[in-house]
C-alpha cells in the first residue's frame, strides 16, 4: 500500500489499530430484579472511565497546553452530572433497560441537542459528550478500549487520523510508526512524527479497514509504503534498511556543529521551523542557526479564548531565550484557510484559501492584529526578534501591515515599555503576484522568506491534499522555480535577505538548485537540518549555479528531477 | 427562594472553561440552583445542561437557588458571571 511518506524512516511493529467502531447496543428489557446489578455495572463503568481520563488528563496536562487538559476536565465533570449519568441510572429502574442502552439513549439525546446549537463553537461539544458516552458504554460492556495510551512498545499506530487530543494520550517511546488515512505532509500528525523522529506514512486510504490489529505491518516513512503480513525476506530487507537509516542518523549527528558552508567555502545560513516553544529546544539539539520561522497559531489554537498580550509575550520571548540571542522569525497569525479558531467568527467562505487569511484578516481585526504586535516589539527586548506577515499579495498590504506596526511602536513608546524600536520586518513569499512584484516590495522590507507550500498551491492550482490533483504538485516546477529566483534576484538587488521556510527548503535533493539560484538562508523542520547541511557541505556553489541555469529553461518538473538525478554527484553526495 | 438577573459578558459566553467553572461553583452549594434564561429552565450543576444552553456573550439569565444556602449561592454564582470568568 502507498501513502504520502511524512515523517522518514523505517518501522517494523505490531498494528495497533486505533478505531471508533459504532458500539452495539441492544434495547432489551431487564428483570426488575436485575436493576441494582445493572446500576452497579453503571457505576462501575462510570468510576473506570474517571480513572482513564485522569490519566489521560495528567499526561495531556504535561504535554500539551490548557487546551486538551480543559477538554478532559470537562469530560470529567459529565461523569457526575445529575442530568446524564444520573438520569441514566434513574432510566434503568424506570424503563428496566440495560445499562449500556440507558447511556446510549441519554448520550444521544444530548448529541442532538447540541448538534442542533447554531453556534459552532457549542454544536461541536456533540463530539465530546459523544466520546465520553462511548466510553462509559465500552467501559460497561468490557470492551477493549481503543485507548491510545495503552499500546505495547514497538506499535505502529493506524488510525483514520490523529487529532491533537489523541496523540497526546500517547506514549510516544512506544511508539514505532504511524500510518493514518487522512492527512498530508503538513498536517499535525506529520509536525509531530517528525519532531519526535518517528517514520509516518499518512493519507493512505482504507488503512484502518485494511490492516488487522496485531498483525505485523512495515512503514517506510521515506517511500511512503506500507507492508503488511510481510515474508521473512520482506522483512529482513527493511530490517537492513532501517540499520542503515539509523547509522545514516548516527552520522549526521556528528555534523551538528559543523558550519554550514559550500565545499568552495561559501557560508548559508540553515534555520529551523517551529510551532511551539518547546520546538525550540529540537531545533537546537539539531544545530539551528536560528527560527526561519515561528508559526504563532498553535498559540492561539490550543485554547478557547484569544490569547492575551502577556501570555503571548511569555511564549515569544520564551523562544527567544532558547535560542539566546540568535534570530528568530515570528510570523503573524496565519488563520484562515483549512484553519479556524472557535472563538473568532469567520465568515463561510466559497473559496477560504483564497479568501480572508492570515494578514488580510489581521487587517480587517486590528485589535487582534495589533495585541499580537505589541507582544512580539516587547519580546524583541530579550533577544533578535524578527516579524514576518505572511500572505502577501502586494506593496500596498505591506503599507498598511506597517502602519499598524507603527501605532503599536508609538503606543508602547508612549507606555514606557521596553521594546525593539529597530525591529526587522518581512514578509513570506507565498503569492506569485508577490513573487512578480518582489522588487516593489523590497523597498519596504529587510527580509523575503519563500514559503514554497504556498506559493507551489497558487502557482500550479494545485490543492495538496486533494488527492485527485496532489501529483500535480511538485516545487520543481519550472514556473516555481523562476518565480523564486525572481525573488532572490530583487533581494540581492535591493541588499535585503532572501531566505527560505518552506518544504522546498528541507529538500535535500534541492540543496543544490537552490544554492545555485542564490539563496542563502534555509530554514526547516529540525529533522531535515542536518540532511541539509551535508547537501550544502558537498555542494559546489560554481557547479550548483550551472546547474540551476540549466534548471531555469527546462520545460517541466520531470525534466528538472532528471537533471538533479543525473547531476547526483555535482549536486549532493546525498 | 433567591433569584437575580445577571447579564453574561466574557467574550465567549458560558462555554467549556466558563461553563465548568460555574458549574463546579454551582456544586459547593447545598441548594437546589437554576439557570433561566428565556423560557428555558435548567439545572446549574449540570455541565451537559448548561453547556448545551449555549448561553452567549449579551444574554440575560436569572440566578435562581432553593436551600439553606440559598442567598451565597446566588451572590457567589452573580458575581462570577459579572467578573467575566476572567476573559474581560
Known amino acids: 500500500m502507498k501513502g504520502i511518506p511524512a515523517s522518514g524512516g523505517i518501522a517494523i511493529g505490531k498494528a495497533f489499530v486505533y478505531s471508533k467502531d459504532p458500539l452495539r447496543v441492544s434495547p432489551e428489557t431487564i428483570a426488575p430484579e436485575d436493576v441494582p446489578a445493572q446500576q452497579a455495572a453503571l457505576d462501575a463503568a462510570v468510576e473506570k472511565s474517571r480513572e482513564q481520563l485522569l490519566a489521560i488528563k495528567s499526561r495531556a496536562g504535561e504535554a500539551l497546553p490548557e487546551k486538551e487538559a480543559a477538554i478532559f476536565e470537562a469530560h470529567l465533570m459529565f461523569l457526575d452530572d445529575p442530568e446524564y449519568t444520573g438520569i441514566a441510572r434513574e432510566k434503568i429502574g424506570m424503563e428496566l433497560v440495560p445499562a449500556a442502552f440507558a447511556v446510549k439513549a441519554v448520550t444521544d439525546g444530548f448529541v442532538e441537542e447540541f448538534r442542533a446549537i447554531e453556534d459552532e463553537y457549542f454544536r461541536e461539544r456533540a463530539a465530546d459528550i459523544a466520546d465520553v458516552g462511548e466510553r462509559i458504554v465500552r467501559n460497561i460492556q468490557g470492551a477493549a478500549e481503543a485507548d491510545l495510551s495503552l499500546i505495547e512498545a514497538g506499535s505502529v499506530v493506524i488510525a483514520r487520523d490523529l487529532a491533537p487530543s489523541d496523540t497526546a494520550q500517547l506514549d510516544r517511546t512506544k511508539v514505532a510508526g504511524f500510518v493514518t488515512e487522512v492527512g498530508g505532509k503538513t498536517s499535525h500528525t506529520a509536525i509531530m512524527a517528525r519532531s519526535l523522529e518517528i517514520p509516518a506514512v499518512l493519507g493512505l486510504t482504507g488503512a484502518t479497514r485494511e490492516i488487522r490489529a496485531g498483525e505485523t505491518v512495515i512503514v517506510d516513512g521515506d517511500e511512503g509504503t506500507v507492508i503488511t503480513a510481510p515474508d521473512e525476506a520482506e522483512i529482513e530487507a527493511y530490517a537492513k534498511k532501517k540499520k542503515a537509516y539509523e547509522a545514516e542518523r548516527e552520522e549526521l549527528r556528528l555534523l551538528t556543529g559543523a558550519p554550514s558552508v559550500t565545499a568552495d567555502g561559501h557560508r548559508v545560513r540553515l534555520f529551523a521551523n517551529i510551532g511551539l516553544p518547546a520546538d525550540a529546544e529540537h531545533a537546537e539539539k539539531n544545530g539551528a542557526e536560528g527560527i526561519g520561522l515561528y508559526r504563532t497559531e498553535f498559540l492561539f489554537m490550543d485554547t478557547d479564548a484569544m490569547p492575551d498580550e502577556d501570555s503571548q509575550f511569555i511564549a515569544y520571548r520564551r523562544v527567544l531565550e532558547a535560542m539566546r540571542g540568535r534570530p528568530v522569525v515570528i510570523r503573524t497569525l496565519d488563520i484562515g484557510g483549512d484553519k479556524e479558531l472557535p472563538y473568532l467568527k469567520m465568515e463561510q467562505e466559497e473559496n477560504p484559501f483564497l479568501g480572508v487569511r492570515a494578514l488580510r484578516l489581521c487587517l480587517k481585526e486590528p485589535a487582534l492584529f495589533k495585541t499580537q504586535l505589541r507582544a512580539i516589539l516587547r519580546a524583541g527586548a530579550h533577544g533578535d526578534a524578527r516579524i514576518m506577515f505572511p500572505m502577501v499579495s502586494g506593496v500596498d498590504e505591506v503599507r498598511q501591515a506597517k502602519a499598524v506596526l507603527m501605532d503599536c511602536k508609538r503606543e508602547l513608546a508612549g507606555e514606557g515599555a521596553a521594546f525593539d524600536p529597530e525591529i526587522k520586518v518581512g514578509i513570506m513569499v507565498e503569492i506569485p503576484s508577490a513573487a512578480l512584484t518582489a522588487e516593489a516590495i523590497a523597498k519596504e522590507v529587510d527580509f523575503f522568506s519563500i514559503g514554497t507550500n504556498d506559493l507551489c498551491q497558487y502557482t500550479l492550482a494545485v490543492d495538496r491534499m486533494n488527492a485527485g490533483v496532489g501529483y500535480l504538485y511538485d516545487h520543481f516546477h519550472p514556473a516555481v522555480l523562476r518565480l523564486i529566483k525572481l525573488v532572490i534576484d530583487a533581494a540581492r538587488e535591493a541588499g535585503v535577505h532572501a531566505g527560505m521556510c518552506g518544504e522546498m527548503a528541507g529538500d535535500e535533493k534541492a540543496a543544490a538548485l537552490l544554492l545555485g539560484l542564490g539563496l542563502e538562508e534555509f530554514s526547516m523542520g529540525a529533522a531535515s537540518l542536518l540532511r541539509v547541511k551535508r547537501a550544502v557541505r558537498g555542494t559546489d556553489l560554481s557547479k550548483a549555479r550551472r546547474l540551476a541555469d540549466e534548471a531555469l529553461r527546462l520545460e517541466s518538473a520531470g525534466a528538472v528531477r532528471a537533471l538533479l538525478e543525473a547531476a547526483g554527484g555535482t549536486g549532493s553526495r546525498g | ?88
Not at chain 2, 44 to 70: C, F, N, P, R
Open chain 2, 1 to 88: 427562594m433567591v433569584s437575580e438577573q445577571v447579564r453574561i459578558i466574557n467574550p465567549t459566553g458560558l462555554h467549556a472553561r466558563p461553563a465548568s467553572v460555574f458549574v463546579k461553583a454551582a456544586n459547593g452549594f447545598r441548594s437546589d440552583v437554576a439557570v433561566i434564561s428565556g423560557d428555558k429552565r435548567i439545572n446549574a450543576k449540570s455541565i451537559v445542561k448548561v453547556m448545551s444552553t449555549a448561553l452567549k456573550q449579551g444574554t440575560d439569565i436569572v440566578i435562581e437557588a432553593s436551600g439553606e444556602d440559598e442567598t451565597e449561592a446566588v451572590r457567589a454564582l452573580v458575581d462570577l458571571v459579572k467578573g467575566g470568568f476572567g476573559e474581560v
